[in-house]
């Protein structure tokens, strides 16, 4: 099984940083997954790392260390928009999605 | 507009009721999935199915089945519903299942 954790709330002022974690501990490894879900609707996909380090994506980054059980999401020059759910979710040996409960970020101006 | 439809978009149900969730997608997807979220715990994993024609159980399959007759529809199925089933469903899906999976809006179920 998968044992996942990220924080609960965060809270950032608009243009600002903000660097949610997250951390697993997983039974086979061949993923993890972002997704971002605004209350009321359905998750939808941000990012993907399988290897070890950084990928961008316009004003979102994700990273991942696999050796540590660790990954983060970076979300730069916040928008009101960003405020929402983001889902960390780590894919294991048999290609199943096992999702962390969300960390809600809300984004005052 | 290709993607995944859900109905219905909500749905009280009484206890002991039959109920069937629908689910389909126009992508020719061939991996589909039922998760249900509820607060604090996130989204797991009931059903799945890799390709038409089989299926598998998920995290927290009991009290729920499903069926894979053709490529776009998965429909979920509560032959006797309990308030514990009381949640948000998501359908989803992905062309494998090594590729990343869309989800679609969801059906909110209330089982009093």
């Known amino acids: 099984g998968q044992n996942i954790d990220q924080p609960t709330e965060m809270t950032a002022t608009e243009g600002a940083i903000v660097q949610i974690n997250c951390t697993y501990q997983?039974?086979?490894?061949?993923?993890l997954f972002w997704y971002q879900q605004h209350a009321g609707e359905a998750p939808t996909f941000l990012s993907y790392n399988v290897l070890d380090g950084l990928e961008e994506k316009g004003r979102f980054s994700s990273f991942l260390s696999r050796s540590k059980g660790y990954s983060y999401l970076l979300l730069k020059e916040l928008q009101m928009k960003d405020s929402a759910s983001y889902l960390c979710?780590?894919?294991?040996?048999?290609?199943?999605?096992?999702f962390g409960a969300g960390t809600t970020v809300t984004v005052r101006a | 507009i290709a993607g995944i439809t859900q109905a219905p978009t909500s749905q009280i149900l009484a206890a002991g009721r039959r109920m069937t969730l629908r689910c389909t997608q126009d992508?020719?997807?061939?991996?589909m999935y039922w998760y249900r979220q509820d607060l604090g715990l996130g989204l797991r994993l009931i059903h799945y199915?890799?390709?038409?024609?089989?299926?598998g159980k998920g995290e927290v399959p009991d009290g729920y089945s499903v069926s894979r007759a053709n490529t776009d529809d998965f429909p979920l199925t509560l032959a006797s519903a309990v308030p514990s089933q009381t949640s948000v469903y998501f359908c989803?899906?992905?062309?494998?299942?090594?590729?990343?999976?869309?989800f679609g809006p969801g059906t909110r179920l209330t089982v009093l």
């Open positions: 997983t039974s086979g490894f061949n993923g």
């Open positions: 979710a780590v894919r294991d040996g048999d290609y199943k999605l096992s």
């Open positions: 989803a899906s992905s062309d494998g299942a090594a590729d990343t999976q869309y």
């Open positions: 199915s890799n390709t038409a024609g089989t299926t």
């Open positions: 992508m020719r997807h061939n991996a």
